[in-house]
């Protein structure tokens, strides 16, 4: 028989390829027209066959197609009393994806593009993220199509409670922790945690992080995703004798990732030029005062195109997709899934992208990453770069239990250890598999085993 690796044949890889093609193809079937998470379970299998191949063991079980099949997913009725006295109706969800290695864990999203479909490919992604963490945590997700934009704090505070008055059954800190996502920040996880305890009659700390500091949230929560996807490309970049200082950056978004994104790559020494939200994008070619999008962003809920009353120089371009004509040497996409296609990721490359960081969770297409890929951009997966706010979350859940918080420079030192790791990992996965330097299947490999490990250690549940 041909022998493709030291320790493969050619009919192992063959017999790997046909198993994860047979489940693509059950995913499809069982899960039709929900094309944002074939995109995310193509993405995995893809990079999977190797493991395959090298280990049967994996086959025998059937582990993919236990893998792909949320243990559990609720969806339920959100109603609640806008300020005009209108009932309205929204759509709740949680997917409750693989408590193999823990709790399940992962956000919750309110926004109107939330669907069955973009909370599996969330959930699905989730898993093997927390698993790369190190941390014991499972894979979960949430949400509503529920607009928090334009709405009044009272409006988010009712529909809010009403939706933790059906998610409470399901939650709990030894069952399921969520977290914030888009449209999730620290006023809804306050009215959602307000909720809840009042609910179970009892003060249970660790059932949802991202809490605020005074009621047992961790330091460095709110910064640990954007600081986390800086450290991660500055592990990239150091790889390869390189740094952050003197970089030209574009960020996009200016929600919770981008802010602590573009506040760390500046501490770095790199000057961000632009970043958006879903209406346009602002340029300033003297550097993005991220103070001011704090104040804008965070305190007063207005729109990004306001940056430039407060500093006229810079420049407002409507529509948001274009940022990435804007020539850089780092990207780090913020905002949202797809938000780098072909096209643009085309356009990045063409002006001498070096590095790409993925602050949100699959911002780019499948082509685009291809298309990074063959030209040697270093790339930073989404499951890898953006993992460290779920992981400081796992150490709020350990403060909370503990009940002794850390200091904010304690959990940024663990938090900067834990990336250092996940790209350690990730690398060296990529390498053992025959992938120098591809960190998209590092980290899908890494991320797999210790899950696939744990489900057959525990029987066929
Ligand atoms: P956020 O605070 O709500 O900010 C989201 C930002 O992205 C806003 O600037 C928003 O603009 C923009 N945006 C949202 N949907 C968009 C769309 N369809 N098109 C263009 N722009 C859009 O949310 P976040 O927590 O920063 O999350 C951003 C990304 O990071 C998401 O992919 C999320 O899943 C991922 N992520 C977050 C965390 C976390 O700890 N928060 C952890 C890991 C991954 P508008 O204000 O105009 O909507």
Not at 182 to 193: K, S, T
Not at 374 to 392: H, I, R, T, Y
Request: proline fraction near 4%; charged fraction near 20%.
């Amino acid at each position: 028989m041909t022998t493709i690796t030291n320790e493969v044949t050619q009919g192992e890889f063959q017999a790997a390829k046909k198993y994860v093609d047979d489940v693509y193809e059950i995913v499809k079937k069982r899960n039709p027209g929900e094309s944002e998470f074939h995109q995310a379970v193509q993405e995995i299998f893809e990079s999977l066959t190797p493991v395959f191949a090298k280990n049967p063991k994996y086959i025998q079980h059937n582990i993919l197609e236990r893998m792909v099949e949320p243990e559990r997913i609720i969806s339920f009725r959100v109603p609640w009393v806008d300020d005009n006295g209108n009932v309205r109706v929204n759509r709740g969800y949680r997917v409750q994806f693989s408590s193999a290695i823990g709790p399940y864990k992962g956000g919750l999203r309110f926004h109107p593009s939330v669907s069955a479909s973009i909370i599996k490919f969330l959930g699905f992604e989730q898993i093997f993220k927390n698993s790369l963490t190190g941390q014991p945590i499972g894979g979960g997700k949430g949400g509503s199509d529920f607009d928090p934009k334009g709405k009044s704090d009272n409006e988010v505070m009712r529909f809010t409670q009403s939706f933790m008055t059906e998610l409470y059954r399901h939650i709990g800190p030894d069952i399921d922790v969520p977290a914030g996502d888009i449209g999730v920040g620290a006023r809804e996880i306050g009215y959602m945690f307000g909720q809840y305890k009042r609910l179970r009659g009892g003060y249970e700390a660790g059932v949802l992080t991202g809490k605020g500091i005074q009621y047992g949230g961790s330091l460095a929560r709110t910064e640990a995703t954007g600081f986390g996807t800086v450290y991660f490309v500055d592990e990239m970049l150091q790889d390869k004798g390189q740094t952050f200082d003197g970089r030209t950056v574009v960020v996009s978004g200016s929600g919770n990732v981008s802010i602590y994104a573009i506040e760390k790559a500046t501490q770095l020494g790199a000057k961000v030029v632009a970043c958006s939200d879903s209406n346009g994008y602002i340029y300033d070619e003297n550097g993005i005062d991220v103070a001011t999008v704090k104040q804008l962003k965070e305190v007063e809920r207005k729109r990004i195109s306001e940056y430039v009353n407060v500093h006229p120089t810079a420049q407002y371009v409507e529509g948001c997709s274009s940022i990435w004509s804007i020539p850089c040497d780092i990207a780090l996409p913020c905002a949202t899934q797809n938000e780098i296609n072909a096209e643009a990721a085309q356009m990045l490359v063409n002006n001498g992208v070096k590095a790409i960081g993925e602050g949100a969770n699959m911002p780019s297409t499948l082509e685009a990453i291809e298309i990074f890929l063959k030209n040697d951009v270093l790339f930073g997966p989404a499951k890898a770069a953006n993992a460290g706010g779920v992981a400081v979350s796992a150490l709020e859940m350990a403060q909370n239990s503990s009940r002794v918080p850390w200091t904010f420079e304690e959990v940024d030192a663990k938090l900067h250890n834990i990336m250092k790791n996940i790209f350690k990992n990730s690398k060296e996965a990529a390498a053992e598999f025959g992938h120098e330097g591809n960190l998209v299947v590092g980290a899908n490999i890494a991320g797999f085993v210790k899950v696939a490990d744990a489900m057959i250690s525990q029987g066929v549940i």
